[in-house]
């Protein structure tokens, strides 16, 4: 698992991440067949609910009955928080999990100019260029 997780509402609960995504996926009691995710990028929600006040940034990212969820597009490097809600036989909403998980940034194509005006190159920006099959720090 990759990412902070609190709460007890599933039995099983894995988060991941790549390039600008995350992946939640989880396995809870049989009674629980419907679910509701918000995230955040400042915190963790306190209620259900909590996408649908002004105030709010939670959003709704999810709700169904599949045990996974994936969303893509994210900003890497950033933190977002996860909010799980489980729907009981009775209708309420009950207990959440909880995952704080950053996606890794996509690795983005800069252009380096050469000395020579008339040689120039893409490189990878990963920390490392390298220049005629050399690695350069």
């Given at each position: 698992m990759t990412g902070e997780t609190t709460g007890h509402l599933l039995e099983e609960f894995h988060a991941?991440?790549?390039?600008?995504?995350?992946?939640?996926?989880?396995?809870?009691?049989e009674s629980l067949t419907h679910w509701r995710i918000l995230r955040s990028e400042s915190g963790f929600a306190e209620s259900v609910d909590d996408a649908a006040k002004p105030d709010s940034d939670q959003t709704l990212v999810y709700e169904g009955s599949a045990p996974e969820f994936?969303?893509?597009?994210?900003?890497?490097?950033?933190?977002?928080?996860?909010?799980?809600?489980?729907?009981?036989?009775?209708?309420?909403?009950?207990g959440q999990a909880e995952v704080r998980i950053k996606p890794k940034a996509?690795?983005?194509?800069?252009?380096?100019e050469a000395v020579d005006a008339d040689e120039s190159q893409y490189v990878q920006a990963m920390g490392r260029l390298r220049i005629g099959g050399i690695l350069a720090p």
């Open positions: 991941s991440r790549g390039e600008e995504w995350v992946v939640l996926k989880w396995r809870a009691h994936e969303e893509s597009g994210l900003i890497g490097g950033v933190d977002y928080y996860y909010t799980v809600f489980g729907l009981n036989p009775d209708g309420e909403w009950v996509k690795h983005e194509w800069v252009r380096h």
